[in-house]
């Protein structure tokens, strides 16, 4: 089963080449997929016949005890044979249908990931799996729903589809995670076992209203109908797909799999009753206001499924073995009729009903396959429509409480379906001929006339011989009765009350047809409600929530990084302190303190009055110096806690800040302007309660008792398993390489980032006289120091593993390196110098990090990232080095990146270029862009 998913999606992504292939036979060409898929489903009608499932399982989530597993039982084999058989026919059609459309490849490949998606959704044993596939046909409606992506009406239809069916399955993923907790366990196979155990736990009633909020969303009962008929705005196949066979009856089949857990209780009954009932009669009515053949397919089918709700609400034999029975009808008839209507439009321009008469004549077989799927939706003998309305309103009958509500609904929604059929087939195909103006009629091509009839010939064969599907019928009955049931099908189960309700039926529903255009305009005076109905509530929630959405980015965007960051902090401050103070009801004890020693808490005030001194500072040379003293005693104050790693990481990063901080000040000749004092009253109660939040957060974790197990296990394990002494690098580039990875990707996705940014800037205002060239002994000096530094970043590199250093460490030693020789020779110097673009370090140092963790997946079937070591004359070498070796590469790139592209910005001398002064020959003028610093002077190179 997984390797028939798996086999679906590779056909799928194969399905664009193979329409480029094929040409006008892409439709039979693809359909190979899905024809195969049944054939193979169809071998296992024996196993589900002798009620023996298959079911397969791998781990998925071992930690939580999650399996990827499937089940193969005579339900889910009923709903994979619809699935795949008459996604054969739809494919088929399909391809003649949108032939020459320039994304029918497109089309095809979300088709068969729809396909799959569904697949899955019968398949899976485990809810969550379950879960996951049910999203994944949410995600594929959409985008088949907004196929005609340039129609407004197609993407809002997408959009309602896509959200009132997630919104559904927000509400069933919080009752499967209910039901799993009432039942002990997530697979369905376990569960069937335990429904006595989940109906009297405390959880049932929230997990059954939860889970029935997603099945009703899918499956489009009142309130979530409205989306259905909207959905129409998708092309015809994908109506005919949605309506017979797949996503619509995605909330029945959970309905008829959890009707041994959940079924059977009176919120059961009545709540399934009552929401179907209701479906049932507003969409037979809303199939007479409407004169566009989907539309009325569209509501007509909302009637379909609030019968099948109500035939498994009230979950005894009877009314199980008639739900499935009507399943196969509707799906049969349902999908001929769609296609039929499909093919009206092709050969008329038109889908109107007023607009097209007599039409069996210059489409034949079209008419043929109307006729027939058309009787048997009416539910007229010797189809087998009638025997699934017969077996319906036998189910219907005797229902304690509901013995005369449930078949008087039935018979006045049957009636109505009965006009609809009239409406669909007597209006088009029969009387005078009338077409459009301009269009004479045609035939479809064979591709698309012999699906619909196929299935209208299969209804008819079924309703002469139901006797046939009663194999097929009978295992998928006892699946959802929880025992076997007996079966007989029979097209004339005798004169009894069942018979006298389809004679009814079908006098009211040729008086309905009659009556149709007066019943039409009366019913045109229902559009006054709907205002105000489900439809109109989705519409006012929608505008709601871009209306908030709006106010909140007109709140938060804003051109000011100050705004943006006190928002952030303040939010931070509120959740984060607030919580604190709520949790703890007092201020955390300080008596931690105690420890500190007088010369680390003189380092810590030291560091304090630096950072105040920085704030308050109005001249650079005062703000700059007082950065450093806050940066390096804080690396001081590293020292002192045993952490040389962080040291040298905080003095290298120290170093580079203040030359892009010596760099803006040489472009801007100035500090940033300080904001008026009006707003600065806002800035201090923000940074004092960011850094109490922060101050309360360490002491409250501090005084938590210390769980020493993670750090026990790094130390233990440190040198003879990851083969170093140094506890911090071997979990960086070995224990937990996967975070590095993550963070590293991060680094060069921020390089690049920040390099478009800065493509785009230009200096406005005028420029600064060039700065002096350097002096001699700072060139002579910076070569020296660049061979030194290099070598010295390449020693941190390897000694990392087992002493202080790094990847990280390395490449910071060896861009700072760099930095000096860009200030003594400039960029041009420099770029000669690397004989290359930083970023190819980026990309070099990824693979590098990646490919060291492969080797243990190709090498040894290890997990990625797995260290993998040899001996080398007394020396353990390994691939966390060479993982080190890529985070090296990338943080050189990193940091050399965004110094090049800072200093190519403050190069550009607009105003020495319009004195038209020559700019030195390692100039380049940066064009100019909308991002500009106005007012700021320009400056020479770094």
Not at 500 to 520: C, D, F, K, Q
Not at 800 to 813: A, R, Y
Not at 887 to 901: E, N
């Amino acid at each position: 089963m997984a390797l028939a998913l798996l086999l679906t999606l590779l056909w799928a992504s194969a399905a664009p080449l193979l329409v480029r292939v094929a040409g006008r036979q892409a439709g039979w060409a693809l359909a190979l997929g899905p024809v195969g898929l049944f054939v193979w489903f169809l071998a296992y009608l024996p196993e589900a016949t002798a009620g023996t499932g298959l079911r397969e399982a791998v781990s998925w989530v071992p930690t939580l005890d999650v399996e990827l597993s499937f089940l193969l039982d005579g339900l889910s084999l009923l709903f994979a044979l619809l699935i795949t058989g008459l996604g054969t026919l739809i494919v088929v059609y399909a391809g003649r249908y949108l032939d020459g459309h320039r994304d029918l490849g497109r089309f095809f490949a979300i088709l068969f990931a729809f396909l799959a998606s569904m697949l899955g959704v019968v398949l899976a044993d485990n809810l969550l799996l379950l879960f996951v596939f049910w999203e994944g046909t949410s995600l594929c409606s959409y985008l088949l729903v907004g196929f005609k992506h340039e129609s407004e009406t197609a993407r809002k239809a997408a959009l309602q589809a896509l959200l009132v069916t997630g919104g559904g399955g927000l509400a069933l993923l919080t009752g499967v995670l209910l039901l799993g907790a009432a039942g002990g366990s997530f697979e369905l196979s376990t569960l069937l076992t335990r429904g006595a155990d989940v109906q009297a736990h405390p959880l049932y009633l929230p997990a059954f209203v939860l889970i029935a909020i997603g099945a009703f969303a899918k499956s489009a009962q009142v309130p979530f109908h409205f989306w259905l008929p909207n959905a129409m705005a998708a092309p015809t196949p994908v109506s005919a797909y949605l309506h017979s066979a797949t996503m619509v009856k995605a909330g029945v089949y959970l309905l008829a799999r959890l009707d041994p857990v959940l079924g059977g209780t009176g919120a059961w009954i009545w709540t399934l009753a009552v929401v179907g009932g209701a479906t049932m009669l507003v969409g037979a009515i809303g199939a007479l206001r409407h004169t566009d053949l989907k539309k009325v397919l569209a509501y007509s089918t909302l009637t379909a499924l609030g019968t099948l709700v109500v035939l498994l609400g009230l979950s005894y034999d009877a009314s199980i073995k008639a739900a499935i029975v009507f399943l196969l009808v509707h799906a049969l008839y349902k999908s001929g009729l769609f296609l039929v209507a499909g093919s009206v439009e092709h050969g008329t321009g038109t889908r109107d009903l007023l607009q097209v008469s007599g039409l069996r004549s210059v489409l034949p077989w079209t008419a043929l396959a109307a006729v027939l799927a058309g009787l048997s939706m009416a539910g007229l003998p010797p189809l087998f429509g009638f025997v699934g309305k017969e077996l319906a309103y036998k189910a219907k009958l005797g229902v304690e409480n509901l013995d005369w509500l449930l078949p008087t609904i039935a018979v006045t929604a049957n009636a109505l379906t009965v006009v609809a059929a009239g409406m669909l087939v007597l209006r088009p195909f029969f009387g005078s001929r009338r077409t459009p103006e301009g269009r004479n009629g045609h035939e479809v091509p064979l591709a698309m006339w012999i699906g619909p009839l196929l299935v209208g010939a299969a209804g008819l064969l079924f309703g002469i011989a139901p006797g046939l599907m009663a194999e097929l019928v009978a295992p998928a009955v006892a699946v959802v009765a929880g025992e076997p049931v007996e079966i007989q099908l029979a097209l004339w189960y005798g004169v009894n009350t069942a018979f006298y309700l389809s004679i009814a039926t079908m006098v009211l529903g040729v008086g309905g047809y009659l009556l149709w255009p007066r019943i039409r305009a009366r019913l045109t005076t229902l559009d006054r409600l709907t205002v105000a109905g489900p439809a109109r509530g989705y519409a006012l929630v929608l505008e709601g929530a871009f209306a908030l959405g709006g106010r909140l980015r007109r709140f938060v965007e804003v051109s000011s990084v100050r705004r943006y960051l006190g928002i952030l902090f303040g939010v931070i401050v509120a959740l984060v302190g607030g919580t604190l103070v709520l949790r703890t009801g007092t201020f955390v004890s300080l008596s931690g303190l105690s420890e500190v020693l007088p010369h680390e808490a003189g380092l810590a005030l030291l560091i304090a009055a630096a950072a105040l001194a920085a704030a308050w500072a109005r001249a650079p040379l005062v703000a700059l110096p007082s950065l450093g003293v806050a940066g390096l005693g804080l690396a001081l104050l590293y020292v002192l806690l045993s952490a040389p790693d962080l040291a040298m990481t905080q003095v290298l990063v120290e170093i580079l800040l203040v030359v892009i901080a010596l760099a803006v000040l040489a472009a801007t000749g100035r500090m940033p302007q300080r904001e008026p004092r009006k707003r600065r009253r806002y800035a201090v109660p923000l940074a004092l309660g960011v850094g109490g939040t922060v101050t309360l957060l360490l002491l409250a974790v501090l005084q938590q008792p210390f769980d020493g197990r993670v750090s026990d296990f790094f130390l233990t394990q440190s040198v003879p398993q990851g083969f170093g002494r140094n506890v911090v690098n071997v979990i960086l580039v070995d224990f937990r390489a996967l975070d590095t990875l993550g963070e590293i990707t991060v680094l060069a996705i921020a390089a690049l980032g920040a390099l478009v940014l800065l493509r785009g800037l230009r200096v406005a205002g005028p420029s600064l006289p060039p700065i002096a060239v350097p002096s001699i002994v700072l060139r002579t000096g910076a070569r020296l120091l660049l061979a030194l530094l290099i070598l010295a970043s390449l020693f941190m590199l390897w000694r990392g593993h087992n002493e202080p250093g790094g990847g990280f460490i390395g490449g910071l030693f060896a861009a700072s390196a760099v930095v000096l020789y860009l200030l003594a020779h400039r960029r041009a110097a420099t770029e000669r110098l690397l004989r290359g673009s930083p970023r190819t370090a980026l990309g070099v140092g990824l693979a590098i990090a990646v490919a060291s963790g492969l080797v243990g997946v190709f090498t040894a079937n290890l997990p990625f990232l797995t260290g993998q070591w040899i001996s080398f004359g007394g020396i353990k070498l390994g691939t966390p080095l060479l993982f080190d070796i890529g985070v090296f590469s990338v943080v050189v790139g990193f940091t050399l990146t965004i110094i090049l592209a800072l200093d190519r910005v403050l190069d550009a001398r607009p105003a020495e270029e319009e004195r038209g002064s020559d700019p030195p020959t390692d100039r380049r003028s940066v064009p100019p862009s909308p991002h500009k610093i106005e007012g700021a002077p320009s400056s020479s190179s770094l």
